[in-house]
């Protein structure tokens, strides 16, 4: 879709909003300037997303659910966070400790975890919320405080990643995808980086040159791996910055599991020539669209997971790739036709149904989102993955 379609499909914006965007339209053009004129992609999503006071995580505006800009898996329904339940269960059982949730959005997998794992005699010790946006922290805290007196005081929220190797599970469900990427294209067969520079009237747009160190070695890793070339105008993402973030994570992880929940691909199919637009997607209003430059500040911008990077990440800092199944899958194995046919009566049964299939029908959220275990010093089975093992794929 063009820049200009992208546009004309969108809600209007507010005078507020509008006055918003264009602040950090400013800052963005600052920023470019003190750069010489461009920008990565990766240090223009770094703005978008998280400027302080104005990224689209650091300002106050509903990101979450049905009055948001898209729905994620626990707002969707409560079977999602029941089933993870079942899950968190059996590793706090082998390991005791507790629970660390990366980026808990409006706080309602959170609350949906402790309520279970209470009706399953599991509660944690801690429930650990490591969260960069200060107002979705006061949200989730909003939310959290309707809790009972014995779930609520377990919650504890962090500003930095425990010092302490954590016993038990780290929760990442949907926080790979807003790590901010690098885009490349494919121009009179040479391999170019994608920034950020200013175009016509001022508007911010895609500008080309060649790729640095860092992107030309992970670009030449993966057409090593490839039979084939890409074609003319293939356009795509590489996520840098995943490496990094697991291996930190490992440090955090003494003995349990790490479980990242999001949508994604092994790196064959996400870099197969058939996408050759890549995967970069905004949120507005729950209109998803590919224009990254429009509604700077209000929009979510997110490309999917290349999870073949996670697990050779993983892998270099000693944790074991445990598990790797689609989210329909892994829901299935832990019991979600059940969870659905304990509803009290008829009506309650066929609500939940209609949440199920969101979650596990292939053109809603089952396929495209993945869970992957990472696990440290564990080798108990994992219930979620009896159904399915993709990590051949990987």
């Given at each position: 879709m063009s820049a200009s379609g992208a546009r004309s499909m969108l809600p209007a914006l507010t005078p507020e909003e509008r006055r918003h965007s264009e602040a950090l339209t400013g800052l963005i053009r600052a920023q470019l300037a003190a750069a010489g004129g461009w920008l990565s992609f990766e240090r223009f999503m770094d703005l978008a997303l998280y400027a302080p006071g104005l990224g689209y995580y650091s300002a106050?505006?509903?990101?979450?659910?049905?009055?948001?800009?898209f729905v994620t898996a626990p707002e969707a329904s409560a079977l999602f966070?029941?089933?993870?339940?079942?899950?968190?269960?059996?590793?706090?059982?082998?390991?005791?400790?507790?629970?660390?949730?990366?980026?808990?959005g409006s706080g309602a997998l959170a609350a949906t975890l402790l309520t279970a794992l209470e009706a399953l005699g599991a509660l944690p010790e801690r429930y650990a919320i490591l969260e960069v946006s200060a107002d979705l922290a006061a949200r989730q805290r909003s939310r959290l405080d309707t809790l009972a007196p014995q779930l609520r005081e377990r919650v504890v929220w962090l500003?930095?990643?425990?010092r302490a190797p954590l016993h038990g599970v780290i929760l990442a469900n949907e926080v790979a995808d807003a790590l901010p990427v690098r885009r490349f294209s494919v121009r009179g067969g040479t391999l170019c980086e994608l920034g950020v520079a200013e175009g016509a009237a001022g508007a911010l747009t895609s500008a080309e040159r060649p790729p640095d160190a860092a992107l030309a070695e992970a670009l030449g890793a993966l057409l090593a791996a490839r039979t084939d070339a890409l074609p003319e105008g293939y356009t795509s993402e590489v996520n840098l910055r995943l490496a990094p973030w697991i291996a930190t994570l490992?440090?955090?992880?003494?003995?349990g599991v790490l479980l990242l929940i999001d949508y994604g691909l092994p790196r064959a199919h996400y870099y197969h020539a058939q996408r050759a637009a890549g995967t970069l997607r905004c949120h507005f209003r729950q209109h998803a669209h590919d224009?990254?430059?429009?509604?700077?500040?209000?929009?979510?911008i997110t490309a999917w997971v290349d999870f073949t990077r996670i697990a050779e990440s993983a892998v270099d800092v000693g944790l074991t790739v445990s598990g790797f199944a689609t989210?329909?899958?892994f829901l299935a194995a832990l019991g979600l036709e059940r969870l659905v046919t304990e509803a009290p009566d008829t009506k309650g049964q066929v609500r939940l149904a209609g949440e199920a299939r969101r979650l596990i029908m292939p053109e809603e959220m089952g396929e495209a989102f993945k869970v992957m275990a990472?696990?440290?010093?564990?080798?108990?089975?994992?219930?979620?993955?009896?159904l399915q093992d993709l990590r051949r794929l990987l």
């Open positions: 106050g505006s509903w990101k979450i659910g049905a009055g948001g800009d966070g029941g089933c993870l339940a079942r899950e968190c269960a059996a590793v706090l059982a082998a390991t005791g400790g507790g629970i660390l949730e990366l980026g808990a500003d930095r990643l425990p490992g440090e955090c992880l003494g003995r224009d990254p430059f429009v509604n700077l500040g209000l929009q979510d989210q329909a899958a990472l696990t440290r010093d564990y080798d108990v089975p994992l219930a979620g993955f009896a």
